[in-house]
């Protein structure tokens, strides 16, 4: 079981950038799949991005498709969201989760065993 720590949420301007982590507890983090979802007030969850236990395959959506980079480092038991060029509509708690032993990359919350507590992004215009 692992248990991640998201961060690095912030109040930041439209166009300007921020960095997500996702600090996993285990040594066995390269055996999660990595997604990252968002819920702005009075919506649903929404996907966001997916990262392979490799790295080597990921998945958007395509409103954040050029802007956002999902990336990870499982030396550090770490996964990331690069955000540039945020928009308001960004807004939202921003949450990591983990997907044991994924062969296929979700973006269905559900199929996701383990989840972060959120990290809040706010963008202003």
């Known amino acids: 079981q692992v248990q991640l720590v998201d961060s690095g949420g912030g109040l930041v301007q439209a166009g300007d950038s921020l960095r997500l982590s996702c600090a996993g507890s285990e040594r066995t983090f390269s055996n999660y799949a990595i997604g990252w979802f968002r819920q702005a007030p009075g919506k649903e969850r929404e996907f966001v991005a997916a990262?392979?236990?490799?790295?080597?395959?990921?998945l958007y959506n395509d409103s954040v498709k050029g802007r956002f980079t999902i990336s990870r480092e499982n030396a550090k038991n770490t996964a990331y969201l690069q955000m540039n060029s945020l928009k308001p509509e960004d807004t939202a708690v921003y949450y990591c989760a983990a997907d044991e032993n994924a062969i296929l990359l979700h973006s269905r919350g559900y199929e996701y065993e383990y989840w972060g507590q959120g990290t809040q992004v706010t963008v202003s215009s």
């Open positions: 990262i392979s236990w490799s790295g080597k395959r990921t």
